[in-house]
Nanobody
Framework: VQLEASGGGLVQAGDSLRLSCVVS????????VAWFRQAPGKEREFVAA????????TYAESVKGRFTIVIENSKNTVYLQMNSLRPEDTAVYYC???????????????????WGQGTQVTVSS
C-alpha cells in the first residue's frame, strides 16, 4: 500500500483546511485508513479513522465535531476536513492504512503498517 498525503498549510485559528491522502497498491475492501498527527516534542497521536467498506468513522475526542474523515472510493482518496482549527491542532499530519486492522484497533498507531510522508499544518492564533 502506498500513501501520498497533501493539503497542509498555514492558517489562522477558526479557519478550515482539507487534507488529502491518495491510496494505491491493493484492493480496498477491508482497508482501514487513519489520520495521525505529531506535534513537536510530542508522540504521534490518533486523529480519525475509517474503513473503505462500511462506515466506521472514529475520532479522537479533541477533534470530534470539528474534523470529518471522508473516503471517496472513486478516487481512492481519503480526506480529512478540518474546521474551526485551533493553535493546538498544529502538527505534522500523517495518513496510514492497513488491511488487517480490526474495528477495536482503529485508534491504535501500532495497528497500521503503511504510512504516508506527512504534511505540515500550522494554525496561528
Amino acid at each position: 500500500v502506498q500513501l501520498e498525503a497533501s493539503g497542509g498549510g498555514l492558517v489562522q485559528a477558526g479557519d478550515s483546511l482539507r487534507l488529502s491522502c491518495v491510496v494505491s497498491g491493493r484492493a480496498f475492501g477491508r482497508l482501514a485508513v487513519a489520520w495521525f498527527r505529531q506535534a513537536p516534542g510530542k508522540e504521534r497521536e490518533f486523529v480519525a479513522a475509517n474503513r473503505f467498506s462500511g462506515n466506521y468513522a472514529t475520532y479522537a475526542e479533541s477533534v470530534k465535531g470539528r474534523f470529518t474523515i471522508v473516503i471517496e472510493n472513486s478516487k481512492n482518496t481519503v480526506y480529512l476536513q478540518m474546521n474551526s482549527l485551533r493553535p493546538e491542532d498544529t502538527a505534522v499530519y500523517y495518513c496510514a492504512a492497513d488491511p488487517s486492522v480490526i474495528l477495536s484497533n482503529l485508534l491504535s498507531r501500532a495497528a497500521y503498517h503503511n504510512w504516508g510522508q506527512g504534511t505540515q499544518v500550522t494554525v496561528s492564533s
